[in-house]
């Protein structure tokens, strides 16, 4: 004979609706703390972060960037725009102060995008903001804007001394 205790047809549907909202309700909250893990400036990990900072082979991605008498060696990353922006080369752009870190101008014509927020924005990063403002930083801060990589310069050692204070007229050459 069964002791258990009966409950009635209708409360056990509710009783299983009410389990299936719960375990619901927590595989919902996981998925949203991975998306914010993911989300977070300079996480890194998910192919789409993987893919956008991968930087190609040095024979295939180096590019120039002179300063007066200074020439930096730079590594284009291996995305899109970076691909469009080297087929822009040469490239004679002067470059104006902003923010006492970074120099910017705008390109000739409007490159594709697929900017994140970094983060940590480092001494030498090459970005595009919007689809056609060429960004070059000579310091290291923290951002919360979205860029687009394009690359990095090799060795930023006397870059923000090259670039100085004010305006600069900066070339961009393959060789």
Known sequence: MDMSPRIPRGRQ???RSLWASRVLSVLCGLLALVECQAAQPGASGSPAAVAETAIVKPEDSRMWMTVGERRFAITLA???AAHA???LLPLTLEMAELNGNEKHANLPK???TNASRPGTIRNGDLML???DTLVVFYLTF???YAYTRLGRVDDPTGLAQALGRGGVRVVFSAD
């Open 13 to 15: 549907h509710h009783a």
């Open 85 to 87: 922006f080297a087929a």
């Open 129 to 131: 903001y919007g689809s």
């Open 110 to 112: 409007a490159l594709p």
């Open 142 to 144: 923290s951002s919360s």
């Open 78 to 80: 291996d995305n899109e």
